[in-house]
DNA sequence: TTGGAGTCAATAGG
DNA sequence: CCTATTGACTCCAA
């Protein structure tokens, strides 16, 4: 059983700090890893890889080994020490100036209206959380989706799980974001939809019979999307209190959805009165799979297979280590077997 | 170049 | 405060 953390920190500064200072101008490459000022000497351990701060020397996977359950809390509580004390934690990630990088989104409009404040990214809805720092364009602010926006890009979906560009242009300006947005949208959607997917498939034991997918998969899989949504619709929740949101029913059927979604209606007015376009032109009488998604969300990741779980558990864990062992600079990280 | 997988981090809600 | 959700991002393979 892990001793008392609290000592830990002056130790693990104590070992930290003899394994960097030791060799005197040993700067090697690895001089990555900004070291504290070894207050004190203390015994150095030069064999073990990461001491751990609070357990008298032991590294991280001796501590693992030692103990017969991969005791998550402890482990990532060690592991956060040891980063802290390397000054490794906190960092932002690597890119954290977006403010330059503005990526992908060449469809944009031009002007590079970046700058923090610039674009007011306007829309139906979707509003950026920019609480405005006033600190120079240090974080990007995120975009938040409309219920209406995500219903919209659902149906697109539907219709192409795998839009082409120009697709995305059009779904991009109708809705008024960013392509890089509806981009990412697509992407992560069906990653998520595939990991559900995955997730069902485990549960319902193994069998991962083709059967599993009619009644999910309806939810990327279907091009047609038209039985996806007869599916779907016994079990939809029926919320969706957008009194916007009037049933207007024939609208469903744009042919062949994404190019047609300019093409029927106010496409016209779309610039101004955002609602009513969407609502034409991704008018969804229905709040279709919102429902089949959440399902999957809430019943899934319970009762899980032990063995498996542990096996990427320990996964995690050697990768963990491996990357901090990395981020210490040790030139090679030894074999750890779970 | 594109998509998948994994991850980070902001936000909302309990 | 903790967890879930989700948009954005990175890395890698095809």
Same mark, same amino acid.
């Given at each position: 059983?892990?001793?008392?953390?609290?000592?830990?920190?002056? !130790?693990?500064?104590?070992? &930290?700090?003899?394994?960097?200072?030791?060799? %005197?101008?040993?700067? #090697?490459?690895?001089?990555?890893?900004?070291?504290?000022?070894?207050? !004190?000497?203390?015994?150095?351990?030069? %064999?073990?890889?990461? @001491?751990?701060?609070?357990?008298?020397?032991?590294?991280?996977?001796?501590?693992?080994?030692?103990?017969? /359950?991969?005791?998550?809390?402890?482990?990532?509580?060690? +592991?956060?020490? +040891? &980063?802290?004390?390397?000054?490794?934690?906190?960092?932002?990630?690597?890119?954290? $100036?977006?403010? /330059?990088?503005?990526?992908?989104?060449?469809? %944009?409009?031009?002007?590079?209206?970046?700058?923090? #404040?610039?674009? *007011?990214?306007?829309? =139906?809805?979707?509003?950026?959380?920019?609480?405005?720092? *006033?600190?120079?364009?240090?974080?990007?602010?995120? +975009?938040?989706?409309?219920?209406?926006?995500? !219903?919209?890009?659902?149906?697109?979906?539907?219709?192409?799980?795998?839009?082409? @560009?120009?697709?995305?242009?059009?779904?991009?300006?109708?809705?008024? =974001?960013?392509?890089?947005?509806?981009?990412?949208?697509?992407?992560?959607?069906?990653?998520?939809?595939?990991?559900? =997917?995955?997730?069902?498939?485990?549960?319902?034991?193994?069998? %991962?019979?083709? $059967?599993?997918?009619?009644?999910?998969?309806? /939810?990327?899989?279907?091009?047609? #999307?038209?039985?996806?949504?007869?599916? +779907?619709?016994?079990?939809?929740?029926?919320?969706?209190?957008h009194p916007a949101s009037e049933g207007e029913g024939g609208s469903d059927h744009r042919d062949d959805g994404t190019t047609s979604a300019t093409g029927s209606n106010a496409a #016209?007015t779309s610039g101004h009165h955002k609602g009513g376009a969407l609502d034409s032109l991704f008018s969804f009488p229905e709040s279709t799979h919102v429902s089949s998604a959440s399902?999957?969300?809430?019943?899934?990741?319970?009762?899980?297979?032990?063995?498996? =779980?542990?096996?990427?558990?320990?996964?995690?864990?050697?990768?963990?280590?491996?990357?901090?062992?990395?981020?210490?600079?040790?030139?090679?990280?030894?074999?750890? !077997?779970?």
């Amino acid at each position: 059983a892990p001793e008392s953390p609290l000592s830990s920190a002056e !130790e693990s500064v104590k070992s &930290l700090g003899e394994q960097g200072g030791g060799g %005197g101008g040993c700067g #090697g490459g690895s001089s990555q890893v900004p070291l504290r000022e070894p207050s !004190e000497p203390s015994e150095s351990q030069p %064999g073990t890889p990461l @001491p751990v701060p609070g357990h008298s020397g032991l590294s991280i996977q001796e501590m693992v080994a030692m103990s017969p /359950e991969l005791d998550t809390y402890v482990i990532t509580k060690k +592991v956060k020490e +040891v &980063l802290t004390d390397n000054n490794l934690a906190y960092m932002k990630r690597r890119h954290s $100036s977006v403010s /330059e990088s503005q990526t992908a989104d060449s469809g %944009g409009l031009s002007g590079g209206d970046f700058s923090q #404040g610039g674009s *007011p990214q306007h829309g =139906l809805g979707h509003h950026l959380h920019q609480q405005q720092p *006033p600190q120079q364009h240090l974080k990007k602010a995120r +975009v938040v989706l409309a219920p209406e926006e995500k !219903e919209a890009l659902k149906r697109a979906y539907q219709q192409k799980p795998y839009p082409s @560009p120009k697709t995305i242009e059009e779904l991009a300006s109708q809705l008024n =974001l960013k392509t890089s947005t509806v981009i990412n949208w697509f992407h992560n959607y069906r990653s998520r939809i595939r990991r559900e =997917l995955f997730i069902e498939e485990i549960q319902r034991g193994e069998g %991962g019979s083709p $059967s599993t997918r009619a009644g999910k998969a309806s /939810e990327g899989d279907s091009c047609d #999307g038209t039985e996806s949504d007869g599916t +779907v619709e016994g079990t939809r929740p029926g919320h969706e209190h957008h009194p916007a949101s009037e049933g207007e029913g024939g609208s469903d059927h744009r042919d062949d959805g994404t190019t047609s979604a300019t093409g029927s209606n106010a496409a #016209g007015t779309s610039g101004h009165h955002k609602g009513g376009a969407l609502d034409s032109l991704f008018s969804f009488p229905e709040s279709t799979h919102v429902s089949s998604a959440s399902v999957a969300t809430t019943t899934a990741a319970r009762n899980p297979r032990d063995s498996s =779980l542990r096996k990427k558990k320990a996964a995690n864990l050697n990768n963990i280590i491996h990357r901090l062992e990395k981020a210490a600079g040790k030139d090679e990280p030894h074999e750890w !077997e779970f």
